[in-house]
């Protein structure tokens, strides 16, 4: 019964991956520093990245998944080099980087 | 044709007499103020008197012509004036200028009267600063270009041309102490007055014209234009025409509505000369006149100005010949006035206004003179007259300098040692305005007398215009007298410090001197036959007034009128007016000779009522104010009322109902017609700024919106499994 308890299975590692990606889209909504916003989209990111290594390595044994989640890990760090150059920009403008008061647009 | 009948000589110089004051005027008028500042006022009255004195070197040699030329008039012409060239029979005028013997006459009173007191201002003006030297010569010089032009012209047209420039300069000059406002209102009368005469003068000659060139229909009044030549208005001209039997049947001949035109024309044109000439109904602007520097009163309202109404009768007397109706109403007039101003010098005060009453009541005088047909008479009594009435005003002027602008009698008196000279010029022209045998205004107004007894042209008998001037005579010398007396007499009633300086300048007691004399032996240019003399003023005159002497006529010289219409008579007159005068002159001896009386005393002398009325100069000016010029303001004003609420508010009432029907159009567009575009326009703005909502921008309500529907979608979708 212990073994059956502490068997970590393809779910689990899903179902972790499921609470990041809601946890990453609720900090992505409701976030109003630029910074958070950034962390909520690494979270969800990370979350997908689970996912990929999870299905590679309790699936069919190939290391496709691994790959596509190195992909992803080189992706995440280029977006973060271009989202926080543009966020130091925004903070040069505007010297805030609450996203709701950079907006321009009208209501 | 007409004109074969008079000879005209041509000669280039006559309009060097206007032009030359006119020049002095302008250059006056124009550098006089620099002038005076830059190089002093000798160069300004220089300017002014040398302008003067080449008028009358000019008038000398006109004169000495028209001696040479008896029937001949001279004529400068200049350039036409009114012409239409190439239609027929339409008015042709000439500017040009013409000199007879008549005018010769007007020309040495004019022009040697004004040099002389050209010369005399130069010492009334010289403490002159506030109001600009230069100003007075300047209007001085151009009244003599307007008294030169009215005198010379040769139309009708252009005497009237001069006629409204001495009127022009009067008012400039009664007003030359504009700052003063009674004096400016002074000069303002005196030219509406003259205005009302004028238009008398306009419609006079007007209706001459017409009546030249055309009949009135004797039954609707219509007027038929049937020339039959070029009318010139040239008054040799119209003399030749009048002389012409034919014409002159035709004219006469002519009525408008009833009343002959010839009449009408002979008294309108006087009702100008009672503008002019101060007469009964329009004197009133005169005595107001004194306000200006007192050479002014002397030039313009004694010596010159003022005779030109006289002038024109005896000019046009070849109209006035053939109405007697015209003539009654000159010679009564003429009569009325003499004796009403007369009997207003009795009591006046100013010596400048006794002297102006004088001046109405003699102009009176020369009225009753060409009204009478002695048009020789009444153009001596003018050129008399200008001689001892300058000299009393110039005398008067010399005065008021000498005392400080002192002139009523209350702080006068006793100035015959004082003022030696104008003392004695004064007595010689008090002499001669009074009639004393021998001096100037002895021959001529006892020959107006004689001629107004005698005269048989009237529609009334002679003897009524003979009163009026006999009795206007007694009380001349009265007023004359009480003026010499009161002034020059009895005790120094100023304060010693004027006596200090009471002085007497050369410039003027030298031109008193020469006009004092003038005055006194003046008359000797036509003692009539009467008197031992030849009565050569007469016959100088004679070629003018020849034909229309021949319509006038007078009971002695038609014969068989019994004593007092031939020589005795004359006589008989002459010694009533002699008797007339010494008492005249005794009663203002007992009363006022070194006796000062004050109004007060002299209303208790006189009896109180009959002062005051006359004192107050019959209240006329206020009747005039409360029946004329009243009504006048209040038909103004009505007119005012009535352009205000009804004029003014039809055009208001317009404008406010546009402006009514175009708020209430506006009203409809803006509610129905711009509702309906604006309601569309807030539709749309409505539904975008809803829709707008969707695209915000915000990303994270996209994804809470995208996370809620992609949870709603997977939630359906398993529920529907």
């Not at chain 2, 004051?21 to 550098?31: A, S």
Request: proline letters at 2%; hydrophobic letters at 55%; one cysteine or more.
């Amino acid at each position: 019964m212990m073994g059956a308890i502490l068997h970590i299975g393809l779910y689990h590692y899903l179902a972790v991956a499921a609470v990041l990606l809601v946890l990453g889209l609720y900090t992505l909504a409701t976030r109003r520093n630029a910074i958070g916003v950034l962390l909520g989209v690494e979270l969800i990111l990370n979350a997908a990245n689970l996912n990929f290594v999870a299905f590679a390595g309790l699936g069919n044994g190939d290391a496709g998944g691994q790959v596509v989640a190195l992909f992803v890990i080189a992706l995440a760090a280029a977006e973060s080099v271009v989202a926080l150059a543009i966020v130091l920009a925004i903070f040069n403008k505007y010297r805030t980087i609450e996203i709701d008061k950079v907006s321009r647009m009208k209501e | 044709m007409h004109e074969a009948a008079i000879k005209t000589i041509h000669v280039s110089y006559l309009w060097l007499m206007p032009a030359m004051p006119l020049l002095g005027f302008l250059i006056n008028g124009i550098l006089g103020k620099k002038l005076e500042q830059k190089l002093g006022r000798w160069v300004v009255h220089s300017t002014a008197i040398g302008a003067v004195a080449v008028s009358f070197v000019v008038a000398c040699i006109t004169f000495a012509s028209n001696i040479a030329h008896p029937h001949a008039v001279l004529v400068t012409r200049l350039w036409d004036w009114i012409a239409f060239p190439g239609a027929a029979h339409t008015l042709h005028v000439d500017l040009a200028f013409a000199s007879d013997r008549l005018t010769s006459v007007m020309l040495m009173v004019v022009t040697g009267v004004g040099l002389l007191i050209h010369i005399f201002s130069t010492g009334y003006m010289a403490s002159e600063d506030h109001y600009g030297y230069w100003r007075f010569f300047a209007f001085m010089n151009l009244f003599m270009f307007a008294m030169l032009t009215l005198v010379l012209g040769d139309s009708i047209l252009l005497m009237f041309v001069g006629w409204e420039g001495v009127g022009l300069c009067s008012y400039l000059l009664i007003g030359y102490y504009y700052q003063d406002r009674e004096k400016a209102a002074a000069g303002m009368k005196a030219f509406v007055v003259n205005r009302i005469g004028d238009f008398g003068f306009i419609v006079g000659f007007s209706l001459l014209l017409w009546s030249l060139v055309g009949t009135w229909d004797q039954v609707s009044g219509l007027y038929h234009y049937q020339a039959a030549f070029s009318p010139t208005l040239t008054f040799r001209n119209i003399d030749a025409l009048m002389a012409d039997a034919t014409f002159r049947n035709a004219f006469l001949a002519k009525h408008v509505l009833g009343v002959p035109v010839v009449t009408l024309i002979g008294i309108l044109l006087f009702v100008g000369a009672t503008g002019k000439s101060a007469q009964i109904p329009l004197y009133v602007w005169l005595p107001d006149a004194m306000a200006g520097p007192t050479p002014v009163s002397a030039l313009i309202h004694a010596a010159t100005m003022v005779t030109a109404g006289v002038y024109m009768i005896a000019r046009l007397n070849f109209i006035y010949a053939y109405s007697p109706a015209a003539m009654t109403v000159v010679a009564v007039v003429g009569g009325l006035t003499a004796l009403y101003a007369a009997t207003i010098g009795l009591f006046q005060t100013d010596i400048k206004k006794v002297l102006a009453y004088s001046t109405i009541s003699q102009l009176g005088y020369m009225f009753i003179g060409v009204g009478v047909g002695a048009f020789s008479a009444g153009i001596m009594h003018l050129m008399t007259h200008a001689f001892f009435k300058a000299t009393l005003f110039l005398g008067a002027g010399s005065v008021i300098i000498g005392m400080h602008h002192r002139q009523d009698m209350k702080d006068l008196g006793g100035l015959k040692g004082l003022m030696k000279s104008t003392f004695w010029t004064f007595l010689f022209a008090t002499f001669a305005i009074s009639g004393i045998p021998g001096t100037a205004g002895f021959f001529s107004k006892d020959e107006i007398l004689w001629k107004a007894f005698d005269t048989n042209n009237l529609l009334i008998p002679g003897w009524i215009v003979w009163l009026l001037g006999f009795i206007g005579a007694g009380f001349t010398v009265f007023y004359m007298f009480r003026l010499v007396f009161q002034t020059f007499y009895g005790e120094p009633r100023a304060d010693e410090h004027t006596l200090e300086h009471v002085h007497e300048d050369w410039r003027m007691t030298s031109v008193l001197w020469v006009l004092g004399i003038l005055s006194l032996i003046g008359g000797y240019v036509g003692v009539s036959k009467s008197l031992g003399g030849s009565n050569r003023f007469e016959h100088y005159l004679e070629p003018v007034f020849e034909r229309s002497a021949a319509q006038i006529h007078f009971l002695s010289e038609e014969g068989g009128h019994g004593f007092m219409h031939s020589m005795g008579g004359e006589y008989t007159l002459m010694g009533l007016t002699l008797l007339l005068i010494a008492v005249a002159i005794w009663l203002a001896w007992k009363i006022y000779y070194n006796k000062y009386r004050t109004p007060e005393q002299e209303a208790e002398m006189y009896g109180k009522g009959l002062h005051r009325l006359v004192f107050n100069k019959y209240y006329i000016d206020e009747i005039y104010f409360k029946f004329v010029v009243n009504p006048l303001l209040a038909f103004t004003r009505a007119c005012k009322w009535f352009d205000h609420w009804v004029v003014d508010g039809a055009v208001n009432g317009a404008a406010w109902l546009t402006k009514f029907f175009a708020w209430l159009d506006g009203g409809i567009d803006a509610v129905f017609v711009d509702g309906l575009v604006n309601l569309s326009a807030h539709a749309t703005l409505g539904l975008g700024r809803q829709f707008r909502k969707l695209q915000a921008g915000r990303i994270q309500q996209y994804i809470v919106v995208l996370a809620t529907g992609l949870s709603i979608l997977v939630i359906v979708a398993f529920l529907l499994k």
